[in-house]
């Protein structure tokens, strides 16, 4: 057990639809007594006896999975939105309690999940270094030491000791990570929010990674929808799909299979929080072409990517951001409002509306592609910044009127002109 970093057995986590997680003093001291024998849990199993729609009331979202890491390892987990990746990473963390199953954790853990997990929003950035120090089991001196270090890595030494709940998604994450990596936790786990940071950052933090692994032999699980930052990253692959574990293998090979596996041809994952407090929020966002079809797109139509918002009170200045990524996480194209000289989203009505990005016919080739994006004011409100989690969108193209069809190179399909000319 010594050389084994972590140990999964049979992990199942169950959640009920619909309802909410209250329990009386009586159930909780159930569920501990359960624990302590060894038994399972009777607040939280199905069982046929419960209701006769019992499945329509309860989701799994991981069922039965299995694996293990050892020291040193960097494993990472892929899978599409909704297959059990940040479950499983919430469990690990300590954030959420497994339904069945047994997990080994041979050391201590930091974490970056969601943006501003484990800050405390009226704390500023030194006091909550500090506080997720004494979280790991750290002395105070030890995190001196490692204090201007943290900070200076994050870029945020002007703003170090302004409460957090004032900092931007982007320097939350920073700083987060920042904490997480440097103060030495024994498996440093990173969910997909680090996408949400800037691509020099990126950079940055995956070098880290791989200088607390290599170095230091410190074990990295690792979640992203990039996978070519996978493939650089990580020397293990954990494939969950629908709660289950669908590979776990060494060889890079299965990232490849995970590509050509891709049933859905266009996908989006935003979820819409109602927040009272934001001026600007993002309601649902689709992608469609011009008859509003939402399924296999053609190289020969326009696709437009529909972003539909409410504002709660007039607004100047909205900045947008949008990026498209091959399935391997090159950047193909990057579009903002400063595009134009001018943008209709300079000024914004109260009320709600749709944002419509268009995509040219024919400037994209065939295949497989993902989409992020941003949204934020120009005059830096407090509190507008539109948190968008990484990846959140996926589409395919296929070309079948060209002789060439889909076995084009390259990431753009404009038809050149071939004319012979006349000597």
């Known amino acids: 057990m010594n050389s084994i970093a972590l140990r999964v057995e049979h992990l199942t986590k169950e959640y009920r639809l619909g309802t909410i997680g209250y329990g009386t003093l009586r159930e909780d001291l159930q569920s501990w007594w359960a624990r302590v024998r060894g038994k399972e849990d009777p607040n939280s199993l199905v069982t046929a006896i419960h209701h006769s729609d019992s499945e329509q009331k309860h989701f799994l979202a991981l069922d039965d999975i299995s694996f293990e890491v050892k020291k040193g390892d960097r494993l990472g987990i892929i899978g599409r939105n909704g297959a059990g990746k940040s479950t499983l990473l919430k ?26 997990t484990g800050f405390h929003q009226e704390l500023t950035g030194r006091e909550n270094i500090y506080l997720n120090g004494a979280i790991l089991g750290m002395k105070r001196w030890e995190i001196d030491k490692k204090l201007d270090e943290i900070v200076a890595f994050a870029g945020v030494e002007r703003f170090i000791d302004t409460p957090v709940k004032r900092y931007s998604s982007g320097m939350f994450v920073r700083l987060g990570f920042a904490v997480a990596a440097h103060l030495e936790p024994d498996i440093l786990i990173v969910d997909e929010v680090l996408a949400v940071g800037d691509a020099e950052f990126q950079k940055k933090a995956i070098g880290k990674m791989e200088e607390v692994s290599n170095n230091q032999g410190r074990t990295i699980l690792f979640v ?47 979820q819409y929080k109602e927040s009272l407090s934001k001026p600007f929020q993002l309601m649902t966002v689709s992608i469609r072409n011009k008859k509003g079809e939402d399924a296999l797109f053609h190289c020969d139509e326009d696709i437009h990517v529909l972003f539909d918002y409410i504002s709660r009170r007039p607004l100047k200045g909205l900045y947008g951001h949008f990026r498209i990524f ?24 109260e009320g709600t509306g749709t944002i419509d990005i268009k995509i040219p016919r024919r400037s994209l080739s065939p295949g497989k592609y993902q989409i992020e994006f941003s949204f934020a004011s120009k005059l830096n409100e407090t509190g507008f910044f539109v948190d968008v989690p990484g990846i959140v969108g996926y589409f395919r193209l296929v070309d079948n009127n060209t002789r060439r069809g889909n076995d084009r190179a390259g990431f753009f399909s404009t038809i050149l002109e071939w004319e012979k000319i006349s000597t």
């Not at 954990?238 to 041809?265: A, H, P, T």
């Open 224 to 270: 992203s929808h990039n996978m070519k930052t996978i493939t650089t990253l990580c020397n293990k692959f954990l494939w969950l799909e629908q709660g289950m574990v669908k590979d776990f293998s060494s060889n890079v090979e299965i990232i490849n299979q995970y590509l050509r596996n891709g049933r859905v041809e266009s996908n989006i994952s935003f």
């Open 91 to 116: 469990i690990l963390s300590r954030i959420t309690s497994p339904t069945k199953g047994n997990i080994y954790i041979n050391g201590r853990v930091g974490s970056l999940l969601e943006v501003g």
């Open 326 to 349: 091959s399935s391997w996480g090159d950047v193909v194209w990057v579009s903002d409002t400063y595009d134009s000289e001018k943008s209709s989203l300079d000024s914004l009505p």
